[in-house]
């Protein structure tokens, strides 16, 4: 592991390179793989026999009835069982496994073939050419000899041969769809079609090992055709079958999380060695289900991953640090103090949500600075809430403030800009032409953690616009159209054909992982990308990816909850900060010195903490247990949210090592 942040006790997130939770890019990958799995194929085999035990555990669950409805969740506040959403972990695979999988029906690692659906239970090969192919080909052929009826289909001129053969002699009828041989039992492609329209009829499990990680660009005609009819079936959980991919999902952007073109979504993806791009960026991310990776004994490259997807134990464990259970010598202040700029005359009710998000998720109090009316309201929902601007540990600026409220827009620009620092070679201008950049305040960021959201995104914009720029402890927070906004007013495109090709909400939803990249590029500051799976991005570290609870969340007000609950795991952790560090510094409570940022290497946690604390409050809100992945539940509101907060995090702490979903 890598050095210690000043601010906390856990290793950096840009040192941390566990392949269970980080992806790399897939040349990367392949360089590090090469030199073990050049001439044998115990790996392939090792691969086959992960991806079976995974489609077995799938068959035990019995035939799909689409559209049924989930158990009941019991109280949406009850501490949940840390069970993983996929069952008991697998266990690695040795290369030397035996030919069948073995176990009892207690061991659900194993290939216990149970009478019933097993027994004849349909299964699909969607095959294509190279190893991932040959896995879903070896595979296939286990469940064959475990009773199950499997049929291949073949997009490829050139299957892994060995595997075909292999296959065939456990009894896998063989479809060639392109494929040919002098074997009367395979077919045409057009059969291969009729193939799996007859399997869609009867429902079942497919197997996706059309293409792997090394294939580029959107699915080849004639393999996009073999996946039309399932596609068309409908989404997981409401269609007559399971998919599980292997690998990766079959036409997503391996790297990028890009779709450039149909992709049959997975309920799960059995992946080696570690995860790969598309498994954590979205809109790839989507449709890859819930995520195992299975290590095979090769080595991750040891470079820095392009992204990370931090486990809810983690999460969890970095709360308790952050915002640990006060002691008999805490008090308000060493909890740490929330200060808050948020509601207007037109939207007062955001900063109702803002405070009860900041107060629910552990601050220790919450100042409020707002017009008398948003006052009034706070204080009648909230009142604790002190309705005046003091010291404080973390700001959160600009929920519910609209721009083109002069008074309200200036106060907002007032506080912001000294948390600013001079852009490198930049001269900047206050708002009367003079020069502001001579001032200490303009050097250094002296203040606590910024989150700029929704009304403060565009201010900031004006403000960067005059020589300005952010540090790491500016958390901004854009849905899809704030990021193409602030994207336009940032960028300078130096070509034509980039000019032609600017941002606009389409392309952010499109190319997340590039715009939130750009974003923290252009501004210096920690960008969180809000979405069904939020990125977090900050210069010269991997990007974050956390999953942000189920649909009933995209609700007015969400994301106001959502500020306040970051407000407050940041100051939080600064308040951790200076207990530790009393009488030591001069200029208490200030994080940065001399350009130095300690705080700086925590906010990745912190941030991805509170985005993860806030999608679980969604779930408990809705009434949605952890193992259901976020399907079914019922409306609720923002405050519901907020509301949920305080279980959440007990629940949080309950999901040791499981990844979220």
């Known amino acids: ?160 041969p060995v595997a075909l053969e292999e296959a065939r002699s456990h009894g896998v009828t063989v479809y060639g769809a392109g494929y040919r041989s002098d074997s009367a039992d395979d077919r045409s492609g057009t059969e291969a079609i009729v193939a799996v329209e007859a399997f869609l009829a009867r429902g079942g499990l497919v197997l996706d090992g059309l293409t792997g990680i090394g294939a580029d660009g959107p699915l080849r005609p004639d393999a996009a055709a073999l996946i039309a009819p399932l596609v068309a079936a409908g989404e997981p959980g409401r269609r007559p079958l399971r998919v599980i991919a292997v690998d990766l999902p079959s036409g997503t952007g391996v790297d990028d999380g890009t779709i450039g073109g149909p992709v049959l979504a997975a309920d799960r993806t059995i992946t080696f060695t570690c995860l790969k791009g598309c498994l954590c960026l979205p809109p790839a991310r989507h449709l890859c289900g819930a995520v195992e990776v299975v290590p095979l004994g090769l080595p991750a490259p040891a470079s820095r991953p392009i992204a990370r997807r931090p486990v809810d134990g983690g999460l969890g464990d970095y709360l308790i640090r952050a915002l640990p259970e006060p002691g008999t010598d805490d008090h308000k202040y060493t909890r740490g103090v929330v200060g808050l700029w948020a509601g207007s005359e037109t939207y007062p009710g955001a900063a109702v949500l803002t405070a009860s998000g900041a107060v629910r998720a552990g601050a220790g109090m919450v100042r409020l600075a707002a017009p008398r009316r948003v006052e009034d309201l706070v204080l009648a929902a909230r009142p604790e809430v002190v309705p005046t601007a003091g010291r404080s540990q973390a700001l959160v600026l600009g929920p519910g403030i609209d721009p083109a409220d002069a008074a309200r827009a200036d106060e907002l620009r007032a506080v912001l800009r000294p948390t600013l620092i001079r852009a490198p070679g930049r001269q900047t201008e206050d708002a009367d032409g003079t020069d502001g950049g001579n001032s200490a305040a303009s050097m250094t960021s002296g203040g606590p953690p910024a989150v700029v959201d929704a009304g403060a995104l565009s201010i900031l914009a004006e403000l960067l616009a005059q020589g300005l720029t952010c540090t790491p402890l500016h958390v901004l927070t854009p849905h899809a159209g704030e990021a193409a906004a602030l994207l336009t007013a940032l960028a300078v495109p130096e070509t034509s054909a ?37 990125l977090i991005a900050a210069p010269d570290r991997p990007l974050v990816s956390v999953d942000c609870g189920p649909g009933w969340m995209a609700t007015a007000g969400s994301g106001d909850v959502l500020a306040g609950v970051i407000g407050a795991v940041l100051a939080g952790a600064v308040a951790r900060r200076e207990r530790e560090t009393a009488g030591a510094v001069a200029g208490k409570g200030a994080l940065v010195a001399s350009g130095v940022d300690p705080a700086s290497n925590s906010v990745f946690d912190s941030v991805a903490a509170g985005v993860r604390l806030h999608a679980l409050a969604g779930s408990y809100a809705a009434a949605i247990p952890q193992a259901a992945s976020g399907a079914g539940g019922h409306p609720i509101a923002a405050l519901d949210i907020a509301s949920a907060l305080g279980p959440a995090r007990l629940g949080l702490n309950w999901f040791q090592a499981t990844p979220h979903h």
């Open 498 to 534: 980039e000019a032609a090709h600017g941002w606009n909400r389409e392309r952010v939803e499109t190319h997340p992982a590039r715009a939130v990249r750009e974003l923290s590029r252009l501004t210096g500051g920690t960008v969180l990308l809000k979405g069904a799976t939020t």
């Open 1 to 160: 592991m890598g050095g210690v942040s000043d601010l906390n006790d856990f290793p950096r997130s840009d040192d941390v390179t566990d392949p269970t939770i980080c992806a790399w890019p897939v040349q990367e990958i392949s360089a590090a793989e090469a030199p073990l799995t050049a001439g044998t194929d115990r790996y392939m085999r090792a691969a086959a026999h992960a991806v079976a035990r995974a489609a077995l555990r799938e068959l035990r669950q019995g035939p799909i009835v689409p559209g049924a409805a989930a158990p009941p969740a019991g109280s949406a506040y009850a501490p949940l069982a840390p069970a993983s959403p996929a069952g008991p972990p697998v266990l690695p695979v040795s290369p030397s496994s035996p030919v069948t999988p073995t176990g009892t029906p207690a061991d659900r690692g194993g290939a216990y073939v149970s009478p019933g659906w097993i027994a004849g239970a349909p299964v699909l090969l969607l095959v294509g050419g190279g190893h991932n192919g040959a896995d879903t080909l070896l595979a296939g052929g286990l469940l064959a000899r475990s009773g199950c009826a499997v049929s291949a289909v073949l997009a490829t001129e050139h299957p892994h």
